[in-house]
């Protein structure tokens, strides 16, 4: 998911768009919650699903990405809300703009393909540029303050927990080390102290040899885990009885969690997973947008919104 074509640089392409749609069981005059909207694609297609009197409402925590999806989402006009916001606070966000229970919900966790080919967000290994990786610019808590800060057994495990990098350790040695001649502040610079730590063999790879140290240091950075872990009882909480949830994970972590609580909350009695294997994109979809080969939908619906 770190690499990012040419195409997905000149637009953002949302994946399992039809399955995603479908799965939701959407209906004229629904509400709908999009917790991850992004640039808006699969906002747009449920809105003109639920035409012509649906609403949405979108969050995300990235203002480039809202801005896009403003763009993106202008000619539904009042029928949109878009709220700066970490998903797993959708409660409270319904609450405060009286948006009331939904009929679906839609998690794409996937970043967007916008911040990570701008290298002043620091996402990427493939540019130069500062080591931020934040999906809140206003968080503290930045890339560099971890890789610079934490100790070399807490960055094995996160690069081993998160990255599930099989050289963690000798990663985490080498930037110890590293940062003891200098500060760790740019991309390109901890993407030489990893080289610097792995076989030749490894870096001649054909998964780059940063790929899953720069995932963890994103997923520990951001807490995406553990927001989803919050999430995903709150997302059933906002929907009504008989509302679907949806969602699009892009890492074995992720879907792992979700593939769980499903199963946790079916036992329960607080919903029905209907995908009892997760859906992936076919070969026309992958070989258009190869971004979406990692892509996994999971789809339950509500029981009753009370999740134990």
């Known amino acids: ?15 399992l768009l039809k399955e995603t749609i479908e799965g939701l069981s959407l209906r004229p005059g629904a509400k709908v919650i999009d917790g991850t909207v992004g640039a808006g694609g699969h906002a747009a297609a449920a809105l ?14 990235d203002e ?12 539904f006009g009042s029928r949109v809300m878009l709220v700066r916001e970490n998903y797993k606070n959708v409660e409270r966000v319904l609450l405060t703009h009286s948006f009331g229970p939904a009929q679906a919900a839609l998690l794409d966790l996937g970043f967007s393909s916008l911040a990570v080919d701008d290298p002043g967000r620091g996402f990427s290994f493939r540019f130069d540029g500062p080591l931020d990786m934040r999906f809140d ?9 971890a ?9 094995t495990e996160i690069i081993v927990k998160f990255g599930e990098e099989r050289f963690a350790r000798r990663i985490a040695g080498a930037i110890v080390a590293a940062r003891r001649r ?26 780059h040899f940063a790929t899953r140290t720069f995932q963890a240091l994103r997923i520990a950075v951001n807490d995406e885990l ?16 008989g509302g679907r949830l949806a969602v699009i994970s892009f890492h074995s972590l992720e879907d792992r969690i979700v593939k769980r609580f499903f199963k946790e909350q079916e036992r329960h009695g607080t919903l029905r997973a209907l995908t009892k294997r997760p859906i992936v994109a076919g070969p026309e979809e992958t070989a258009a947008n190869p971004r979406s080969r990692s892509a996994k939908l999971r789809v339950a619906e509500i029981t009753a919104n009370k999740p134990t």
Not at 137 to 145: K, Y
Not at 147 to 154: I, L, S, Y
Not at 184 to 207: C, E, F, H, K, N
Request: aromatic fraction near 2%; avoid cysteine; charged fraction near 20%.
């Open 48 to 61: 003109e699903r639920t035409s012509p009197d649906g609403l949405l409402l979108g969050m995300d925590l």
């Open 226 to 241: 553990g927001n989803l872990t919050a999430a995903l009882p709150a997302m059933v909480r906002a929907l009504a009885p």
């Open 182 to 207: 200098e500060r760790i502040i740019g991309t390109l610079q901890l993407v030489d102290v990893i080289a610097s730590a792995v076989p030749a063999a490894y870096r001649r790879g054909p998964i």
């Open 147 to 155: 890789v610079n800060g934490w100790t070399a057994d807490e960055l």
């Open 1 to 15: 998911m770190e690499a990012a074509t040419s195409a997905e640089r000149r637009i953002h392409v949302p994946v």
């Open 64 to 75: 480039a990405a809202l801005e896009a999806a403003r763009s993106k989402l202008a000619r």
């Open 137 to 145: 610019p206003e968080q503290e808590l930045t890339a560099a303050a």
